[in-house]
C-alpha cells in the first residue's frame, strides 16, 4: 500500500475566509453599473478560479464592461487584502504546523491568480508551509477539469496514491475526483451533496478534524 506523503489544498474557502471579501467587491463593481449580485449568484462562482469570473462576467455584461467589472472588483479586492481584511479559516494553522512536522509536503492547488495566492498566503503568515504553487496560471482549465491536480501530480513526481486533496466547494471537489485523488471535504458556502458526501474520504466542519486520520498509518494508506 502507498502511503500519502503529499498534501493538495485549495486556497479560497478552505484555508483563508475569502469568499465574504469576494462578494463584497463583486457586488459593489456590479451594482455601480446597474447589474444585481445576490449571495445565490455569488455561489456559482465560488471554486471555478478568475478565467471563468472574467468569462461569466462579460457574458452578463458584454466583453468591454465585463472586463471593467472584473478589473474593478479585483482592485478593490487587493486593496481590502493589503489592508489585512483576510483570516485564516479555523484550525489551518494547527493542521500546517503539523503536517510540517510530521514531514508531508503541503501543496496550494488553486484556481487563483499565482499574485493573489502569494499576496494572501504571506499576509496570513502561512507561506513558509507550503513547498510549491500551482495556480490559475498554470493550467489551461480550471475546475471542475482536472488540469490543476495533474500539474501538481506531474510536479510533486507522485502517484496518485501517495496525495491527499483538500477541498471546499463542489467544483473543486469534482477536479479532484476527475484526477482519481483521494479527497477530504471541509464544505464552505454550500453544503455537500449526499454524492460527494458518499465519494469524499471524510467530510469534516473543520480543517484540523482530520488531524487523528492522518496520525492513522492505516487510513493514511487508503
Known amino acids: ?15 483563508i475566509d475569502t469568499e465574504a471579501l469576494y462578494f463584497e467587491t463583486r457586488q459593489a463593481a456590479l451594482l455601480a453599473h446597474g447589474y444585481p ?17 472574467l468569462s ?7 466583453p468591454s464592461q465585463g472586463q471593467e467589472i472584473f478589473d474593478q472588483a479585483l482592485a478593490t479586492f487587493r486593496e481590502g487584502v493589503a489592508a489585512g481584511r483576510l483570516q485564516l479559516k479555523p484550525g489551518v ?6 503536517a510540517k512536522d510530521q514531514g508531508y509536503v503541503s501543496y496550494i492547488t488553486s484556481a487563483s491568480t499565482r499574485y493573489n495566492v502569494l499576496t494572501m498566503t504571506e499576509t496570513t503568515g502561512i507561506q513558509p508551509y507550503f513547498e510549491a504553487y500551482v495556480c490559475g496560471e498554470d493550467i489551461e482549465r480550471s475546475k471542475p477539469y482536472p488540469d490543476v491536480y495533474e500539474e501538481a501530480l506531474k510536479r510533486a513526481g507522485i502517484a496518485r496514491e501517495a496525495a491527499l486533496v483538500f477541498e471546499d466547494s463542489e467544483s473543486g471537489f469534482l477536479s479532484a475526483r476527475a484526477s482519481g485523488l483521494d479527497t477530504v471535504l471541509i464544505p464552505d458556502l454550500l453544503p455537500a451533496s449526499p454524492q460527494m458526501r458518499d465519494q469524499a474520504c471524510l467530510c469534516l466542519d473543520q480543517i484540523d478534524e482530520v488531524i487523528p486520520y492522518l496520525m492513522d498509518e492505516e487510513w493514511r494508506s487508503l
Open 1 to 15: 500500500m502507498t502511503q500519502k506523503t503529499h498534501l493538495f489544498f485549495d486556497m479560497d474557502g478552505l484555508l
Open 37 to 53: 449580485y445576490s449571495k445565490e449568484d455569488h455561489a456559482a462562482y465560488a471554486g471555478r478560479g478568475w478565467r471563468y469570473t
Open 56 to 62: 461569466r462576467l462579460q457574458d452578463l455584461a458584454g
Open 93 to 98: 494553522e494547527k493542521l500546517l504546523a503539523f
